[in-house]
């Protein structure tokens, strides 16, 4: 999988992803998830809000700018020493 995706851990279930080996193969995975996608909306129409939401919020807490600001001042002060 493409790092942005394997970055999220268990919250990568909350984004429409696959992998495939070959373009046949990659357009069936594309389909399956184009089916989860509208079975998903067809159940609750606000299911993408709601899963962009827990989206953003996880990423603000495992990635955001204070964090990632912190272990970049460490990471640069181990370097110095």
Do not use: W
């Not at 992998?19 to 998830?33: A, R």
């Amino acid at each position: 999988e493409i790092g942005t995706i394997e970055d999220l851990k268990d919250a990568k279930e909350m984004t429409f992803h696959y992998n495939y080996g070959s373009e046949e193969e990659h357009l069936e995975q594309l389909k399956i998830q184009i089916a989860k996608a509208i079975e998903l909306k067809n159940q609750d129409r606000h299911s993408f809000e709601k899963l962009g939401n827990k989206l953003f919020v996880h990423v603000n807490d495992v990635h955001g700018k204070e964090l990632v600001g912190k272990k970049l001042v460490y990471l640069y002060q181990r370097l110095l020493e």
